[in-house]
Nanobody, 127 residues
Framework: QVQLVESGGGSVQAGGSLRLSCAAS????????MAWFRQAPGKEREGVAV????????YYANSVKGRFTISHDNPKKTTYLQLSSLKPEDSAMYYC????????????????????WGQGTQVTVSS
């Protein structure tokens, strides 16, 4: 049974940084995708970033390019999201999600492709 556990959320001022972690257990195989999504109150859940563990390829939402960095530690089966230059509009619940097999890259933001989700970690950015 796959389990995803996020940590690292918190409250920061605009311009600050946070690092989110997602520890996965129960996965077999070496190729899957790990993604971060976020959802603010009253808004739809949106894809933030994804890493393909087999190739190492990463993709980002335009709104976070250049500010967020996703990475994956294969031995630890842990995915990280480094959030920098945070803005108030980045405030949301952040969710880790996993897909195996991984979706084709242009569908990485498709929520239905991800069968396993974490419980979420809150990020709040104040101005």
């Amino acid at each position: 049974q796959v389990q995803l556990v996020e940590s690292g959320g918190g409250s920061v001022q605009a311009g600050g940084s946070l690092r989110l972690s997602c520890a996965a257990s129960g996965y077999t195989g070496s190729s899957y995708s790990m993604a971060w999504f976020r959802q603010a109150p009253g808004k739809e859940r949106e894809g933030v970033a994804v890493v393909y563990t087999g190739s190492g390829s990463t993709y980002y939402a335009n709104s976070v390019k250049g500010r967020f960095t996703i990475s994956h530690d294969n031995p630890k089966k842990t995915t990280y999201l480094q959030l920098s230059s945070l803005k108030p509009e980045d405030s949301a619940m952040y969710y880790c999600a996993a897909a195996s097999p991984p979706p084709i890259p242009w569908l990485w933001t498709s929520i239905s492709r991800y069968k396993n989700w974490g419980q979420g970690t809150q990020v709040t950015v104040s101005s």
